[in-house]
């Protein structure tokens, strides 16, 4: 089991920027990949970006490539996603997953284990 924790969410203008914490308790995460989706009102969950625990690989959403940045802190066992030159469309729920492979995945179906959701908006 995976416990998985969001915070940093909130109401930032257009072209600010914040930076989301998911902290993970309950196993070892050496073999796992840790990934951030976000869901707008109305639309399906989609793939933002995600990093591979043991190696550090990454992977972005070309909506986010430039912007957005994952990076992982081994002795915190905590996830990060820093957003720069955030755009209102950027505006959804943001959820940390946990799912074990080596590979990196942008799959929503491929990730195990959920966090609640934090909620960031961009105002124009």
């Known amino acids: 089991q995976v416990q998985l924790v969001e915070s940093g969410g909130g109401l930032v203008q257009a072209g600010g920027s914040l930076r989301l914490s998911c902290a993970a308790s309950?196993?070892?995460?050496?073999?796992?990949?840790m990934g951030w989706f976000r869901q707008a009102v109305g639309k399906e969950r989609e793939f933002v970006a995600a990093?591979?625990?043991?190696?550090?690989?990454?992977q972005y959403a070309d909506s986010v490539k430039g912007r957005f940045a994952i990076s992982r802190d081994n002795a915190k066992i905590t996830v990060y996603l820093q957003m720069d030159s955030l755009k209102p469309e950027d505006t959804a729920v943001y959820y940390c997953?946990?799912?074990?492979?080596?590979?990196?995945?942008?799959?929503?179906?491929?990730?195990?284990?959920w966090g609640q959701g934090t909620q960031v908006t961009v105002s124009s």
């Open positions: 997953a946990a799912g074990l492979s080596t590979q990196i995945m942008s799959v929503r179906g491929e990730y195990q284990y």
């Open positions: 309950g196993r070892s995460l050496s073999r796992w990949v």
């Open positions: 990093i591979s625990w043991s190696v550090g690989n990454t």
